[in-house]
C-alpha cells in the first residue's frame, strides 16, 4: 500500500501529458535563451561567546545552473561551495531537478529537489533573501547556532506536483511530493540535531540528508496548500510523513502553518512548526512518540519609507525564534541591512539564544550577501 | 489510503484547468499585467530584481525557474517576462507617423505602456511595491519626479524600478497628470 501513492503520482503525470488540451507558453515570441547561471554566496564574520564554537570568516559560493530544455522543460541545479575547517572545499548539491510544465497551471518536478514545507526552507534561506543572517533555528542547514532545529530537511528526492489556480483575486497554491524520505542514523547527530538526547530517553537518530539509497521500502509523503491575496498575504499549511527506520515501523512526521504579510516598506512572516518522531521504549518494548515543536515571527521594515534619501538604503529586521517541549530554547536576533543593491546587502545583526539549561549563546554578525 | 486519495484529488483538479492563450510579447495590455504580476509575485519572497540585472535572453531561462518558485502560472509568467523585455528595448518608443512626426502619447497611453500602475497607485488604483504617485509632486517637488525617471536609482541603488524608455516629452507627458 506503501507504494501506491508514487506509483498512482507517476502514472496520473504519465497520462496527463497527452492530455488534448494542454499548452504552457507555446507560441511565445520572446527572445528565447538556454543557459544562465544565477546564484548567491555570501562573506560571514560571526563572533560569538559561545565556548563551544569559535568566532570567524565563513564564505559560500552557491551558483544556481539553469538550463531551458524547450518551452516545456527546464532544468535546475544549485551546487554550494563552502571551506571546511582544514580549508579544503566542500562542495554540496542543494538540488538537481527537471521540471516539465505540464500546462498553464501544473508543473511536474523530478529529482532532488526543495521540499516546499513551509516558506523558509524553499523559498527565505538564501542568503540574500534572507533579511538575517542566521537562520531561525527551526530548520536544518546551518545558521542554527546551538538550536537544535525541527526540520532538519530542506531537499530530497523525489517527485513533486505542483499547482496553481487563479480564484477570483485570489491564488491557491497546492504543492505535493514523494521523496525517499528520513532514516535512521548510524551514528549521533551532532549540533543538537533531531532525536537528540536531551533527558528525554534513549531515542533514535533521524537522518535527513537524501542519499543514492532509500534504508527501506516506504516512502515519505508530504505537501503545502496555500491560499493567497496577492501581493499581500499569503496563509499555507505544510505538512510531511515518512518512515525512518529500516523495518519501516518507526515514522517521522512534522506540520506547519506559514503566513507571510508584505507591505510596501514592511514584512511580517511566521512560520508555526509541530514534528512527532516515533522511537523504541526500551523499557516496554513499545512505540512511544517524541514531540517537538516551535514557532519564529520576523519583521522587517524598510527605513525609505521616511523619505529621507540618507536612509533610503537601511532596513530594520527583528526576529523571535522558540523551540518548546524538549531541547528547548529561545532566540532574539535584530539586524540592520545597508542594501547596496536589490540583491546585495551588508547586514549586521546581534542575536541572543537561551537554551533551556540556561546556556546562553550570543552573537554578532556581519555579513556581505549577494545575489547574482 | 489517505495519501492516495489526496494525490488523486489534487490530479483531479488538474482537468479543470483552462488552455492559455498565446498573446504577442509587444502586446500593450500583456506588458500592463506582466507589470502587475511582477509587483505582486517578486516582492514576495525577496527584493523585486529591476529588469537591467538579466538580458532579454537571459530572463527567457530565468523566468520559468521563478514560475516554479512563485507558482505562476505559464501565461502570468510569459506577461511578467514580456513586462521585463519592455523595460529593455527602443521599440516602445512613440510612434512617428508618415511624415517622420513624433506621435506623442497622452499620460493615460504612457501608463498603460509602461504599466505604471504595476508598482504604483495613480489616481486611487495601482500596486503597493512601489510607493504611491498621488501627491507625488506636491510631496517630493517636480524635479524630483524627473530626477526619478531618468534616473530610477539615483536616490536608491537598490531600487527596482526600470529605467524606462522615456523621452522628454513623455517625462513632461507623465508629470502634468501627477500632483
Not at chain 1, 540618507?310 to 536576533?333: C, H, K, M, Q
Not at chain 2, 514560475?67 to 505559464?74: F, V
Request: charged share 20%; with cysteine; proline share 4%.
Amino acid at each position: 500500500m506503501k507504494k501506491i501513492p508514487i506509483a498512482a503520482a507517476v502514472a496520473a503525470a504519465l497520462t496527463m501529458t497527452v492530455a488534448p488540451n494542454l499548452q504552457a507558453e507555446e507560441g511565445s515570441s520572446l527572445d528565447i535563451g538556454r543557459f544562465v547561471i544565477a546564484g548567491y554566496g555570501d562573506v560571514s564574520y560571526v563572533e560569538t561567546d559561545n565556548p563551544d564554537a569559535n568566532s570567524n570568516v565563513e564564505s559560500r559560493f552557491v551558483p544556481i545552473f539553469l538550463f531551458q530544455l524547450s518551452e516545456k522543460i527546464h532544468i535546475e541545479s544549485e551546487l554550494e561551495f563552502s571551506l571546511g575547517a582544514n580549508g579544503e572545499t566542500e562542495v554540496e548539491m542543494e538540488y538537481a531537478d527537471i521540471h516539465y510544465f505540464l500546462n498553464d497551471n501544473t508543473t511536474i518536478t523530478a529529482g532532488k529537489f526543495l521540499l516546499p514545507f513551509g516558506q523558509f526552507g524553499p523559498n527565505i534561506h538564501p542568503s540574500w533573501i534572507n533579511k538575517l543572517p542566521s537562520g531561525p533555528g527551526l530548520y536544518g542547514h546551518g545558521g542554527n547556532g546551538s538550536l537544535a532545529p525541527l526540520v532538519p530537511v530542506m531537499s530530497d528526492t523525489g517527485i513533486n506536483i505542483r499547482n496553481s489556480f487563479n480564484i477570483g483575486s485570489s491564488k491557491l497554491f497546492t504543492d505535493f511530493y514523494v521523496v525517499s524520505g528520513p532514516r535512521e542514523e548510524e551514528e549521533e547527530v551532532g549540533g543538537g540535531g533531531e532525536g537528540e538526547e536531551g533527558g528525554h530517553g534513549a531515542i533514535p537518530e533521524v537522518g535527513f540528508e537524501a542519499g543514492k539509497g532509500d534504508n527501506n521500502s516506504d516512502k515519505a509523503f508530504g505537501g503545502r496548500v496555500a491560499y493567497a491575496f496577492l501581493p499581500s498575504i499569503e496563509v499555507g499549511y505544510s505538512f510531511y510523513n515518512g518512515s525512518y527506520s529500516n523495518d519501516a515501523t518507526l515514522d517521522y512526521s512534522a506540520s506547519a502553518i506559514d503566513f507571510n504579510w508584505i507591505g510596501t516598506y514592511s514584512t511580517i512572516r511566521g512560520e508555526i512548526i509541530e514534528t512527532s518522531t516515533d522511537f523504541l521504549d526500551e523499557d516496554d518494548g513499545e512505540i512511544d512518540v517524541f514531540d517537538r515543536g516551535g514557532w519564529y515571527l520576523q519583521g522587517s521594515w524598510q527605513m525609505r519609507q521616511l523619505g529621507k534619501d540618507a536612509l533610503n538604503p537601511f532596513e530594520l529586521v527583528l526576529r523571535y525564534s522558540e523551540i518548546n517541549d524538549a531541547l528547548e530554547g529561545e532566540r532574539w536576533t535584530f539586524g540592520v541591512n545597508y542594501w547596496l543593491e536589490a540583491s546585495t546587502a551588508l547586514k549586521v545583526a546581534y542575536e541572543d539564544t537561551t537554551l533551556e539549561d540556561g546556556d546562553t549563546d550570543n552573537r554578532v554578525f556581519v555579513q556581505l550577501a549577494f545575489g547574482f | 489510503m489517505k495519501n492516495l486519495t489526496i494525490i488523486l484529488l489534487s490530479l483531479v483538479g488538474l482537468f479543470f484547468v483552462s488552455s492559455s492563450n498565446a498573446q504577442h510579447a509587444s502586446d500593450p495590455s500583456l506588458i500592463a499585467e506582466g507589470a502587475k504580476l511582477y509587483s505582486q509575485n517578486c516582492g514576495r519572497c525577496h527584493n523585486a530584481r529591476p529588469a537591467s540585472d538579466y538580458t532579454k535572453r537571459e530572463w527567457s531561462v530565468v523566468m520559468p525557474h521563478m514560475r516554479e518558485k512563485a507558482h505562476m502560472t505559464g501565461t502570468e509568467s510569459l506577461a511578467v517576462e514580456a513586462f521585463l523585455n519592455s523595460t529593455l528595448t527602443a521599440d516602445v518608443r512613440n510612434d512617428v507617423d508618415s511624415s517622420g512626426k513624433v506621435i506623442q502619447r497622452t499620460p493615460q497611453e504612457l501608463i498603460a505602456q509602461f504599466g505604471c500602475q504595476g508598482c504604483h497607485v495613480i489616481n486611487g488604483e495601482g500596486g503597493n511595491l512601489g510607493p504611491t504617485l498621488d501627491g507625488v509632486i506636491e510631496s517630493r517637488g517636480k524635479e524630483f519626479v524627473v530626477k526619478k525617471l531618468r534616473d530610477p536609482k539615483f536616490n536608491n541603488a537598490s531600487s527596482a524600478m526600470p529605467q524606462f524608455p522615456m523621452t522628454d516629452a513623455d517625462i513632461e507627458a507623465m508629470i502634468s497628470i501627477l500632483k
